[in-house]
């Protein structure tokens, strides 16, 4: 069975860091990209990041660029997200996806929630 | 960065009616497009790639169609279970970017 399961979510206060993971399984996980996306209470879906299949491409929103760190590590079959400097705008359910060119975002993890509060 | 706006924001169908959504882009993103549905307190499921290609598991009755800035995904006739919100996904260019969402009401 193709799955993608999210953790390390929890709360935090403001300024504080969480790392959360990606831990994929069922597919050949150096052929695809993985996203983040996130969803704040109530609202809509946010792109927030993404890595490509070796981790030597990343890329991220304004809104956390600088703040968090999109990693992956191949022998563990799982992507990470160090988020740092968090704020209480960054509380949100946060998912992660795979992509692949022919695919596009095609499968997602359950989600992991991330509450910033003092 | 490329806005995506859906309309309407809501829409309250009786079963077995046709429901359709739109998605204009702020800039041309040829057919890179994707749809999704979102049911309370699950991930969100693809629906629609790339316009108009249909997802193998996903019923007949949801259909995509459009290129450049206009889109549409088109439920041909209702049923209970499709009460959801549906968002649809450019990934044309960074940042992708999500519309702000159809939320579907069953009358």
């Known amino acids: 069975e193709v799955r993608l399961v999210e953790s390390g979510g929890g709360l935090v206060q403001p300024g504080g860091s969480l790392r959360l993971s990606c831990a994929a399984s069922?597919?050949?996980?150096?052929?695809?990209?993985i996203h983040w996306v996130r969803q704040a209470p109530g609202k809509g879906l946010v792109w927030v990041s993404r890595?490509?299949?070796?981790?030597?491409?990343?890329n991220y929103a304004d809104s956390v660029k600088g703040r968090f760190t999109i990693s992956r590590d191949t022998a563990k079959n799982t992507v990470y997200l160090q988020m740092n400097s968090l704020r209480a705008e960054d509380t949100a359910v946060y998912y992660c996806?795979?992509?692949?060119?022919?695919?596009?975002?095609?499968?997602w993890g359950q989600g992991t929630t991330v509450t910033v509060s003092s | 960065e490329n806005v995506l706006t859906q309309s309407p924001d809501f829409q309250s169908v009786t079963p077995k009616e046709k429901v359709t959504i739109t998605c204009r882009a702020s800039?041309?993103?040829?057919?890179?497009l994707h749809w999704y549905q979102q049911k309370p307190d699950q991930s969100p499921k693809l629906l629609i790639k790339f316009a108009s290609q249909s997802i193998s598991g996903v019923p007949s009755r949801f259909s995509g169609s459009g290129s450049g800035t206009d889109f549409t995904l088109t439920i041909s006739s209702l049923e209970a279970e499709d009460a959801a919100a549906y968002y649809c996904l450019q990934t044309s260019g960074l940042p992708w970017t999500f519309g702000q969402g159809t939320k579907v009401e069953i009358k």
């Open positions: 800039q041309s993103i040829g057919s890179s």
């Open positions: 890595i490509n299949t070796d981790g030597s491409t990343t």
């Open positions: 069922g597919f050949t996980f150096t052929t695809y990209w």
């Open positions: 996806a795979r992509v692949s060119t022919p695919s596009g975002m095609d499968v």
